[in-house]
């Protein structure tokens, strides 16, 4: 029996993890729609629009108890980060979404709620938290440790050993080079080459990397 799931939020984003579960894991879940406040959405992909978050509750007494955070965001992370504790708090199950085409070591560990996109590779010794986005094309290397919260967007690359505290985003294309860390609420820009330590709340742009 298919287990009843429901998407948070709409959008870019989430039309990408609807691609994913409707192509690749259509026998193990059923759509049963998306709540988003944005009323103008009605569809997406051909999966309807349920109403807003009021509504979840009355989803959940229907037995809908799967759900995803279908909402990314670019360098702010904390709608994503929101959204998933009001969900849990209510009692979802928050699904894990990996694309088949990612890359993903059975010597890494990986928290709730986890979305990894096409091309993606995560090496052995690799330890996500939960609500993490590893974007289209991004490598966490070996022993990386990834915060809850974090958003490593498209092509990034972090080396092996990086740390990459709670809440952070790590822009397009950036690479961070082995052994760094890069703190809680942290920024690096698209683009970026992380040469050292990136401190908490800090906003890091360029090559070499630096703070602004």
């Known amino acids: 029996m298919r287990e009843r799931i429901v998407a948070i939020g709409g959008g870019g984003h989430c039309r990408v993890l609807l691609d994913i579960l409707l192509n690749h894991f259509a026998h193990r879940f059923e759509l049963a729609g998306f709540v988003d406040p944005d009323v103008s959405l009605r569809q997406m992909l051909g999966i309807s629009r349920l109403g ?8 959940l007494q229907e037995g809908i108890a799967g759900s995803f955070i279908g909402v990314g965001g670019v360098a702010n992370n904390s ?12 009692g979802f199950r928050m699904i894990n979404v990996i694309h ?7 010597f890494a560990q990986l ?14 010794g690799v330890t996500l938290g939960n ?6 094309g991004a490598i966490v290397e070996h022993d990386c440790r990834v915060g809850d919260h974090v958003h490593i ?36 820009g698209a683009g970026a080459v992380v040469l050292r330590d990136v401190r908490a709340g800090e906003t890091v742009v360029g090559v070499p990397a630096r703070a602004i």
């Not at 709608?79 to 209510?90: D, F, G, I, T, V």
């Not at 928290?111 to 052995?124: D, E, K, R, T």
Request: aromatic share 4%; charged share 15%.
């Open 52 to 59: 807003d978050d009021a509504i979840l509750p009355r989803l």
């Open 79 to 90: 709608l994503h980060q929101r959204l998933y504790h009001r969900a849990a708090e209510l």
């Open 100 to 106: 088949p085409q990612a890359i993903v070591s059975t």
């Open 111 to 124: 928290g709730n709620g986890v979305q990894v996109f096409p091309g993606a590779i995560i090496n052995a």
């Open 131 to 136: 609500n993490v986005i590893i974007n289209t």
């Open 153 to 188: 967007a498209p092509a990034a690359c972090l080396g092996g050993g990086v740390v990459v505290e709670e809440s952070a985003f790590v822009g397009m294309g950036a690479r961070v080079i082995q052994q760094r860390r890069v703190g809680r609420d942290a920024v690096v």
